[in-house]
Nanobody, 123 residues
């Protein structure tokens, strides 16, 4: 299973970006997908998660109302639409697949990870 995140870049505060995560390999599409981020010098943290049908979504409090997670199972791709970006959103963003049970808020619950894409937000 391979995950490739893309779409990061340098933007100004208030701008928008859409991240994509393409999943390839032998994987059942019924898995929960998650987005995490790791700011410079900090721990990796939960950002958002989405269930197989898209009916279930969850967000970190810091991004609620600004970020939206979605998925296109026909393309095996998950998206993270990020609006009203703030300097504190700057981080490397990772997508991940949750295979087993466990909290979506914990990295340990996710089995497969992509390499990450850098998001930089200037003030």
């Amino acid at each position: 299973v391979q995950l490739q995140a893309s779409g990061g870049g340098l933007v100004q505060a208030g701008d928008s970006l859409r991240l994509s995560c393409a999943v390839s390999g032998r994987i059942l599409s019924t898995y929960v997908m998650g987005w995490f981020r790791q700011p410079p010098g900090e721990e990796r943290e939960f950002v958002a998660a989405i269930g197989w049908t898209g009916d279930y979504t969850d967000y970190a409090d810091s991004v609620k109302g600004r970020f939206a997670v979605s998925r296109d199972n026909t393309k095996n791709t998950v998206y993270l639409q990020m609006n009203s970006l703030k300097p504190e959103d700057a981080a490397v963003y990772y997508c991940a697949v949750k295979v087993y049970s466990g909290s979506v808020y914990r990295m340990e619950s996710f089995t497969f990870w992509g390499r990450g894409t850098q998001v930089t937000v200037s003030s």
